[in-house]
């Protein structure tokens, strides 16, 4: 009875097209499970985000004293607020193994589906970095500032380009006004936009190790792959929650328990680590202009990776030098990470330059070894 209901109601419908009766190929691996990671993730900063905005007030005088309000007189304010926060951490790295999954097998050959996960990307960038200056502590302030910052290098517009994102000459009240508003809302956009992903996704199938066409064989996702999206929401949600609980903070930066103060500047500033392999760029290019423009081709560039692949099969496990190219790509991203997270100073700056030239040199030498694969 509720095999046939689910085929006739709907909404039923819907929801047994894409969880039980969607054609998934059938060597997929466990690397596809982190599609589904993200969505659980998704949900959970949206839910935990919504009740921390009962509590949070988004002014420069109260918003540190309403996180610590959260923290210790709401009751188990404190958990869902390091969920929040420790979640984050876990979507990008889901979100850094499913855009490597899909440079590695060639997942970005679906234009449209990868380009709709390019935005995606870009969105949740914005949304962690908008949220990251909530708190109004020390960090916070002064890495809004140098991050705003930077638009002032785009000739002609940088400046009233900036003061637009401030709401005057100086980061204020105003500002975190936006940005608490901005951080409300893209969530919900991000949501928007997944489902036009997955649409996508499903319209042309999933990719899977072989390289294969997607319809040459297919078995339903429910059971063959539910048990192991199950698998990893369980080993997700267990880390999340032990680090949560025993470890709270371990991920926080020390200057931002204090309060934001624009008179003394923190002796280091750095974002998150998320982004700090884009923050190691920015630095590495002696000029304002050319870090800028550094920063934003270090992500621009994945919407041009469907048009800069020249080999004859799909996935680049086909090809060995390009695997080689893949594994020095990911060093050179914990790499970049690491320098990010260093002082301005010598050997980092130069080190910086050099893992920079690395990180850029993958992507154009990547079609590089296709073509000389192919020949070979």
């Known amino acids: 009875m509720f095999s046939s209901l689910r085929k006739t109601h709907p909404l039923l419908k819907i929801v047994s097209n894409v969880m039980v009766d969607l054609p998934s190929p059938s060597s997929i691996s466990l690397w596809w499970n982190l599609g589904s990671l993200l969505g659980v993730c998704l949900v959970i900063q949206v839910v935990s985000g919504l009740f921390l905005s009962f509590h949070y007030c988004p002014s420069a005088e109260l918003s540190f004293d309403s996180v610590v309000h959260i923290m210790q007189n709401v009751n188990l304010g404190w958990l869902l607020r390091s969920v929040h926060v420790n979640c984050g951490t876990f979507f990008f790295i889901c979100l850094y193994i499913h855009i490597g999954r899909g440079i590695y097998y060639g997942s970005y050959m679906s234009v449209f589906t990868w380009s709709v996960g390019v935005v995606l990307f870009i969105m949740t960038m914005a949304t962690a970095f908008l949220g990251y200056v909530l708190p109004w502590g020390q960090m916070s302030f002064w890495g809004a500032t140098v991050i705003t910052s930077m638009f002032s290098a785009i000739p002609y517009i940088g400046g009233g380009l900036v003061q637009w994102l401030w709401g005057g000459f100086a980061i204020g009240e105003v500002t975190l006004v936006r940005f608490y508003s901005l951080h409300f809302l893209l969530p919900f956009v991000i949501c928007a936009v997944t489902m036009i992903h997955i649409l996508f996704l499903h319209q042309g199938g ?50 931002n328990f204090f309060y934001a103060n624009p008179l003394v500047t923190p002796s280091h500033i750095q974002p998150e680590w998320y982004f700090l392999f884009v923050y190691a760029i920015l630095r590495s290019i002696p000029n304002k202009l050319g870090g800028v423009m550094a920063l934003l081709m270090s992500i621009v560039i994945l919407f041009f990776m469907p048009f800069m692949h020249f080999g004859k099969f799909l996935s680049n496990g086909m090809y060995p030098l390009c695997q ?53």
């Open 324 to 376: 080689i190219f893949f594994w020095v790509f990911v060093a050179d991203f914990f790499l970049l990470t690491w320098i990010g997270a260093r002082a301005v100073e010598a050997p980092y700056i130069f080190l910086g330059q050099v893992f920079t030239g690395v990180y850029f040199g993958f992507f154009l030498l990547l079609p590089v070894a296709h073509l000389y694969s192919d020949k070979v």
């Open 206 to 255: 999933s990719n899977n190790p072989l390289g294969l066409d997607s319809n040459a064989d297919k078995i339903p996702f429910h059971p063959f792959f539910s048990v192991k999206d199950l698998m990893g929401f369980s080993s997700t949600l267990f880390f999340l929650f032990y680090l949560s609980y025993y470890w709270p903070v371990f991920l926080c930066e020390a200057d």
